[in-house]
């Protein structure tokens, strides 16, 4: 579709909405969320005490595992519909039942607006997945069915998510970008087919705007390779049975493939400017012409979506911090003050209160100097998403994009020995020096470990918290030798860290515990006292 430019003299005159951007608007009018349901009755109501308690176990459980916000219901989905299955109790209408009250008491859905027939859409699709599930143990060996399991239950809880709350902006916003930037990317240096290529293209919007992480966008590689899976009977079942393997590598290929960094970087300002478009059709969906159609006013909404973007960032920043350091305190130090105690008493013969303390308040103090030092974008960077903004919604001519592979280096032996040399001298001199300084203050080697394990996981989690923060830059990041020489030593650490959180989720105790030991009594405690409630309401009713 071919972009015509705008005569940006008559600013203040209505000027032509592109039609790409006029069909995303006249979605934006219609009803998304809870609102698909507004006609539909009855409504499943639950008690408000129940709720309460129910949300209290879900602020406790996250806590010790750590996740994105926008993840947390999918993850509680996955694991509600787990739990269920591994106590026997394998009747789709139940679990689906079951599920969906769970996810009301936590507010991961809103009480009194989700119709009661929408257990039947979810009883149907837990049911295909539990076919799949036995279709797959009968097949293959125990080893490989742990790692296909796993995939299973995260496909299904997106698609169950995605019945329940259809993503119909989202998924139109990713839809409108990419029939933007489909014909204007070049890729140089790599040869790939159209169909790698826009689906590259695809998987890199979804990154960018709708913050998809792995488990997301194997749903959408499920569906892509397998389009009607939404209403597959048992045959196409069996297929799918016969070839996961198969499928499971090439989705896993798709998502690690070479060019989906180079394309996310490049199309991150593009997708900037829709995710504000976004706040912005979203605020004015009841007058989107009036607010699209004149440059004037569509400067002055582009400004306030993203002054209260760059607001909510620092408030997501701090609220991030905290529980980041929340999940830390309760899952590492907690245990590391267990074992440094016991080892300064038993085998040192003596406490040493200023490392014990030192671990202690170290990690909040760190994590505090992080977010204090980050920033996030200023005026100038608002001009910029003003520019672009006007140029998508007017059609203005948008240049191509283009997207050079660079093939790794092929380094010779001697090459190959001296980066990893240096490499390694790096790591020697930065936790070389931060020992030297620990043994200094008399600390022991317990203590250093301990130091080290909270150091380097708050600097990852500072790290992705600053990223974070820093995601509606559009100018790019400026760089000196100062910037370059801090990222060359702080690149261990957070590598460190990065590698311990990755793996330590594997043996969360906490969350074992949770999951394992408290969760099924606590939420049979929670439906039990909703049907107390339920019964003394309902005779109350009767005597009134």
Do not use: C
Request: hydrophobic share 45%.
């Amino acid at each position: 579709m071919p972009l015509q430019p705008v005569d940006q003299s008559q600013s203040t005159q209505s000027q032509e909405i592109d039609p790409l951007i006029q069909k995303l608007a006249s979605i934006y009018e219609g009803p998304f969320g809870v609102e698909l349901y507004k006609d539909q009755e009855p409504k499943i109501k639950l008690n408000y005490l129940t709720s309460k308690m129910a949300l209290f176990y879900e602020k406790l459980r996250y806590s010790v595992d750590y996740k994105d916000e926008h993840l947390l219901r999918r993850s509680a989905i996955e694991r509600i519909v787990k739990r269920i299955v591994i106590m026997n109790n394998k009747n789709p209408d139940a679990i689906a039942e079951t599920l969906l009250h769970e996810l009301i008491r936590a507010q991961y859905l809103p009480n009194d607006a989700i119709p009661e027939d929408k257990a039947q859409d979810v009883s149907k699709i837990i049911k295909k997945y539990l076919i799949l599930h036995d279709q797959l143990g009968l097949r293959y060996k125990r080893d490989e069915l742990r790692k296909y399991y796993r995939f299973l239950w995260e496909i299904m809880a997106a698609e169950i998510e995605e019945s329940l709350m259809p993503p119909v902006r989202e998924d139109a916003l990713v839809e409108t970008l990419y029939q933007i930037v489909k014909p204007r990317i070049d890729i140089r240096n790599f040869t790939a087919t159209t169909k790698e290529r826009n689906l590259q293209i695809y998987i890199a919007l979804h990154r960018n705007i709708i913050k998809s992480d792995e488990t997301l966008l194997h749903y959408y590689l499920f569906k892509f390779y397998f389009p009607n899976w939404e209403t597959v009977n048992e045959q196409t079942i069996m297929k799918v049975a016969d070839n996961f393997p198969k499928l499971v590598k090439a989705i896993n290929d798709q998502i690690k493939h070479p060019l989906g960094e180079l394309l996310q970087k490049k199309l991150h300002n593009l997708s900037v400017y829709f995710l504000i478009l976004n706040d912005i059709m979203a605020e004015n969906n009841t007058k989107l012409r009036r607010t699209l159609g004149y440059t004037t006013q569509l400067e002055e909404e582009i400004k306030r979506a993203t002054n209260k973007r760059y607001k909510a960032a620092r408030t997501k920043l701090r609220r991030g911090a905290i529980r980041s350091i929340i999940y830390i305190f309760l899952t590492k130090v907690i245990v590391a003050v267990a074992i440094e105690v016991p080892y300064d008493m038993f085998i040192i013969k003596e406490v040493s209160y200023p490392s014990i303390i030192t671990n202690i308040v170290f990690p909040p103090i760190l994590m505090a100097l992080i977010i204090l030092t980050t920033r996030v974008p200023k005026e100038k960077n608002t001009k910029q998403i003003i520019e672009g903004i006007k140029k998508i919604v007017y059609g203005n001519e948008i240049k191509p994009i283009v997207v050079k592979f660079k093939k790794s280096a092929q380094f010779g032996t001697a090459s190959w020995v001296f980066i990893n040399i240096f490499y390694l001298t790096i790591y020697l001199i930065t936790f070389g020096v931060i020992i030297s300084v620990l043994r200094t203050m008399n600390f022991n080697i317990v203590s250093i470990s301990l130091f080290l394990l909270f150091l380097t996981l708050i600097s990852f989690f500072g790290i992705r918290l600053r990223i974070g923060a820093r995601e509606l830059n559009v100018l790019g990041k400026k760089e000196n030798i100062i910037t370059f020489l801090f990222d060359l030593f702080t690149l261990p650490i957070i590598r460190a860290g990065r590698f311990i959180s990755l793996n330590s989720k594997r043996i969360n105790l906490f969350v074992f515990i949770l999951d394992n030991i408290i969760e099924a009594p606590y939420k049979f405690i929670v439906a039990s006292f909703e049907e107390i409630t339920s019964f003394v309401r309902d005779k109350k009713d009767q005597v009134d």
